[in-house]
């Protein structure tokens, strides 16, 4: 396979893709399934079940900025760059 701007570009488009989609079921469990994870994760890790939400939004939040800086802002630069 040989690499150029166009394979590198679906790669970072499926990256990001597949990415939003771990970070979108991610949420889901956490809101669906929240006292139970809430409670496995306590028993497994020792933290005070309270402070585990603020944990989960930090989680949450700082996967959604990994995603979009080194997934989607990239993909949208190439494909910019096609463009002109």
Excluded: D, Q
């Excluded at 893709?17 to 994760?41: A, E, P």
């Amino acid at each position: 396979m040989k690499i150029n701007i166009n394979s590198i570009t679906e790669f970072l488009g499926w990256c990001t893709l597949i990415n939003f989609g771990l970070l979108t079921l991610s949420t889901i469990s956490i809101v669906l399934f929240r006292k139970f994870i809430i409670r496995t994760h306590s028993t497994l890790f020792g933290i005070k079940e309270k402070k585990l939400p603020k944990i989960y939004f930090k989680y949450l939040a700082n996967f959604k900025l990994v995603v979009i800086l080194l997934n989607l802002t990239p993909y949208i630069a190439l494909k910019l760059m096609k463009m002109y």
